[in-house]
Nanobody
């Protein structure tokens, strides 16, 4: 069974960086990161094509977050810089038809 497993979340202070990882047991294809605050819809954060050539970002994270992929490691990364308290929430990895279990990011002010 193909699975997505996120890691790298944690509790950090505002302004620092974190790197999230998403390990895809079936290999990386077109992948994305989403986040969801309790009580709200899951929102798009970033996406990357299978070969890494095409990337897209939500306006709220553009210039701060960078998505990348390592096909040999079957892993997609989300480098998050200059973190803000409003970035606090669960982050999910997404592949068509699949979601990971989420990893919590908490940014204190």
């Amino acid at each position: 069974q193909v699975q997505l497993v996120e890691s790298g979340g944690g509790l950090v202070q505002a302004g620092v960086s974190l790197r999230l990882s998403c390990s895809a047991s079936g290999g990386t294809t077109n992948m994305g990161w989403f986040r969801q605050v309790p009580g709200k819809d899951r929102e798009f954060v970033a996406a990357i094509s299978a070969n890494g050539a095409i990337k897209a970002y939500a306006d709220s994270v553009k210039c701060r977050f960078t998505i990348s992929t390592d096909n040999a490691k079957k892993t997609v990364y989300l480098q998050m810089n200059s973190l803000k308290p409003e970035d606090t929430t669960l982050y999910y990895c997404r592949e068509i038809g699949l979601w990971g279990q989420g990893t919590q990011v908490t940014v204190s002010s």
